[in-house]
Every structure is written in C-alpha cells, then in structure tokens.
C-alpha cells in the first residue's frame, strides 16, 4: 500500500508515518514544505523501524497543482496538516478531483460544517473521505456508535477530554485550543447553538493517573456528526481542559477581563494578536512543567434505554495527545487502504462500523474491546 502522510514531518504525522511504516508495512512519503525537514523526519522514522519505507517529499499543501502532483501516486492520503479550516478544504477538494481516498485528524468544528458539504462531490468521484478520525472527535465518536447499537434508543451523549501541560504539543495546537475556548457550540435540546466561553464547567473523573480535572465547553465536530447519525438525540457535548490548570486559568483570566481571545491589540504602537501572545506565554508555561507526566485522557458518557429502562454507557481511554490521536487514523487508513471500508462520500468517524472498527483494533493492536466500560490504553505506539 502506497500512503501519502501530508505534514509528516510534523509531530502527528511522524507518529501517523512511523505506525503506517512498521505495522502497516505501508510504503510511505512524508511531507514538509522543506525537502530537508521532509528528509530529518523520514530518517527518523526509517532508523526506529530499521527499515527505508519511509521516502521524503516537498509538498506546498497551498498548491492544488503540487498537492496533486503528490497525491496521483498515493493509494491513501493523509492530512496531517493544520490548521483544517485553512488548509483541508482545498486538500480534500485535490483528492476528490483525483478520485484518491483520503483520511485526516480534522477537529475544529468550523472546518467540519464545510467539509461535510463535499459529500455530494466525492460520491460523484467515486471516492472515500474519512475526516475527523483522531481521539476526539475519531474514538469518541465510534465509541457512541458502539453503544447506540445496543440501546434502543439515545437521549445524552457526554465528551470530556484533558490533557497535561507537559504532553508535547506546538504552537498551532496551542492557538487551536484558543479558537475552540473562544466560542464553543454545542448540542442542546435538539438544536446546535453557540454557548459562552468557559460555560458549562464540571469537575470530570478520568482514569488514572489523571483523576479529577475542571472542563469546559470545547468547540469540536462531534456535536455535528452524531446527531446526524444518532437519531433523537437532545443533547451532545464535548468539554475540554488542560491540567494542572496553570494555562486553562491564563486564558479563562482573559475572557473574564472582557478581552477577547480572537482579537488584535495596540501595544505601544505594535499590532499584537491576542492568540500570538497567550499561545507565547502558555509555551513558556509548559517549558517549566517539564517534571509533570506526559498524558491526555477523554470520558464519554452516553444515556439511553434498553427494554424501557434507563441505561448510561462510560467509555474512556488515556494515553498521550499523539498516541491517543494517531492510533484511530492509523486503524482507518488501513481499513479505508484495504477495502474495508467501501462506501463512497465524505464520511465522519459516526459512519464506521464500530465492531468492526474494534475487531480490527484488536487485531493490529492486541487491544481489547469486549464491553462497555473497557478503557484503552493509548500511553504506547510501539
């Protein structure tokens, strides 16, 4: 199988690379926009597998011509490049062109409303766009189909993720958490609407050796898909948060102070972007909380009813940022790569089987998912 990982000299798409490259025994090119970051990340790779399945490429993802020119070669394409709603659009409009399937991690709502729109074309085409296939949205969103399958019908569904300051995530991760703190929408009473930055905090139990952490509302694509396939559904939400809770309280600080998070801001005769500063500070935040462990962890709550009775599902998982987000697209590429998945559209994570989805997870990854209330444990990608 020939894969195409877009942004693969990036943190996620070597993780996406090295997982394609040694478990999927995939031949595999990375991309940058630099032949020499493209050449670093695929030597990478190449020396931890002990292999050279993995071959660098200079790709301008800005470039349909160049995208294309890079994709007629490639049986799957993966985009790891962000952020979605600057750059998906017009990738996922080159693979549909081209009649190429296509996986990506793409979790920001606002993109998602635009992609699902594409459907009509990539049936036309003939071709497969799987979007959104991380943790959250990806896992989360399989693990709710999984249980409205053995419900007979389903009222809630609850998302909670969280991760450490020290779980090593860039600066575009950093101002994506912004975006989606500034103005989340969520699921409520059969209607998608827009709620207020740092509404609807809880205090969330995760799995150890997370335990207890505040979460808010985060903007994310599940509180558009699953309504589209959980039919009667009144309520999803998806709450996020960052712990020990040092850059959660900088960046909810500012709301409160009436300042707002997407704006730009005179300072001493210089135009300074809110996100560029509070991205800034919270990487210096993170360079002195090296000592904490690295890990992220999510927990899904869904209410429903079997036989008349009311019954509530929890599923959930913990690992790290990229483990917990490239392990789901490395398990749909190879489906979506092998046949495995063979409907045409653009498909968000809610279409998949999730049994199967589960049977083969099991199978690449020696994980089990047996029952409601297993909880996957993301903490290793060898």
């Known amino acids: 199988m020939r894969i195409l990982v877009l942004g693969g000299a990036g943190y996620m798409g070597r993780v996406a690379a090295y997982l394609l490259a040694k478990h999927g ?3 595999v090119r990375v991309t940058s926009r630099s032949q020499d970051k493209a050449k670093k990340a695929a030597d990478e790779v190449n020396k931890r597998i002990g292999s050279a399945l993995v071959k660098p490429e200079a790709v301008d993802v800005e470039s349909k011509d160049d995208l294309k020119r890079s994709m007629r070669n490639a049986d799957v394409v ?11 659009l017009n990738t996922i409009k080159a693979a549909i062109e081209l009649g190429v399937r296509y996986t990506d991690i793409c979790d920001e709502l606002v993109a998602a409303k635009e992609i699902v729109k594409l459907d009509g074309d990539a049936k036309k085409a003939k071709t497969t766009i799987l979007t ?8 989360s969103n399989i693990q709710v189909q999984y249980s409205a399958k053995r419900m007979d019908s389903v009222s809630d569904v609850h998302i909670a993720w969280t991760s450490s300051q020290t779980d090593p995530f860039g600066p575009s991760v950093m101002k994506h958490c912004l975006h989606c703190y500034s103005s989340p929408h969520q699921f409520i009473d059969g ?6 930055p740092f509404s609807g905090r809880q205090l969330v139990e995760f799995p150890p050796p997370v335990g207890k952490v505040d ?9 558009l ?4 396939y959980v039919k009667g559904v009144k309520n999803v939400t998806v709450r996020g948060g960052i712990f020990p809770g040092d850059i959660h309280d900088l960046i909810e600080s500012w709301v409160k102070a009436g300042a707002s998070l997407m704006d730009d801001y005179d300072v001493d005769g210089t135009n300074v972007a809110a996100v560029d500063f509070l ?14 462990p690295a890990v992220a962890a999510q927990r899904i709550e869904i209410v429903g009813k079997v036989g008349g009775e009311s019954v509530t599902h929890v599923h959930a998982s913990v690992g790290t940022m990229a483990s917990g987000t490239i392990l789901p697209l490395f398990v749909a590429t190879m489906m979506l790569g092998e046949g495995k998945i063979k409907d045409y559209g653009v498909l968000p994570p809610d279409a998949i089987d999730p049994d199967l989805f589960f049977e083969e997870f099991k199978k690449r990854r020696g994980a089990q998912y047996t029952q409601v209330g297993a909880m996957f444990d993301f903490r290793k990608t060898n």
Do not use: R, W
Not at 132 to 139: E, F, R
Not at 191 to 196: D, E, G, N, R, W
Not at 215 to 223: G, I, K, L, Q, R
């Open 225 to 228: 898909t699953i309504p589209m």
């Open 78 to 88: 993966v985009n790891c490049v962000g952020p979605y709603y600057k750059y998906g």
């Open 191 to 196: 209607q998608l609407v827009q709620v207020a």
């Open 25 to 27: 025994k995939a031949e």
């Open 279 to 292: 991205t800034s500070v919270a990487m210096k935040i993170m360079q002195g909380k090296k000592d904490l």
């Open 132 to 139: 959104s296939l991380g943790s959250s949205p990806g896992l």
């Open 215 to 223: 979460v808010v509302y985060f903007d994310h694509p599940e509180v």
